[in-house]
């Protein structure tokens, strides 16, 4: 199936708060969101972008360090946050019922994804690419026409509300 890739330039933290929120509030259905890129490419805070898009309680999201590898919000679609960095086995994706979550109704984003080992199936896959100290680039993917046109009209926020 052919693709649709988008690139969007961000210049700041800020910045990249502010295209992942616009992002998040674009989504309206069920969604597998796969984030790649360096320790610090800037996955959580694309992640916390996307959960006020989403609208997910201004504060209630968790920024401490913490060894659980899925944190559960509630929002429009409740979203769900997995980071696989600390996982020992690709296994434990089992365990940790990533699955269940991401064949529920629900936005799941997986940051270290590729610590999946193939099994995975995502709707979006977002790879972030750091230039220097706060540039950043920001690939986005998909494969099915829904999600195309997602990011077709993500793309057209040319500043970020
Ligand atoms: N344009 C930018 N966009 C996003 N983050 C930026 C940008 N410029 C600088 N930063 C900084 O980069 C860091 C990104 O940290 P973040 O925790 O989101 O990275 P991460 O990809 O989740 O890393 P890890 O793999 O360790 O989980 C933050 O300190 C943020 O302030
Ligand atoms: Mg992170």
Do not use: N
Not at 50 to 62: F, K
Not at 92 to 101: A, P, S
Not at 105 to 121: K, S
């Amino acid at each position: 199936m052919e693709t649709l890739s988008i690139t969007r330039k961000s210049h700041s933290p800020e910045e990249s708060f502010r295209l992942a929120e616009s992002l998040g509030l674009r989504i309206q259905t069920p969604c597998r969101i796969a984030l790649y890129g360096d320790l610090g490419a800037g996955k959580t805070h694309f992640v916390q972008g996307l959960a006020s898009g989403l609208g997910v309680a201004e504060g209630s999201y968790v920024t401490s360090p913490s060894y659980a590898l899925i944190h559960s919000y509630e929002a429009r679609l409740p979203l769900h946050h997995a980071d696989l960095y600390r996982l020992s086995h690709s296994d434990e994706v089992f365990d940790i019922g990533l699955y269940e979550l991401m064949a529920s109704e629900a936005v799941t984003v997986v940051e270290w994804a590729e610590r999946m080992e193939g099994m995975e199936i995502f709707d979006l896959e977002i790879r972030i690419e750091i230039h220097g100290e706060s540039e950043r680039t920001i690939r986005a993917q998909a494969s099915g026409l829904h999600f195309q046109d997602l990011l077709r009209s993500w793309q057209q926020v040319s500043h970020p509300e």
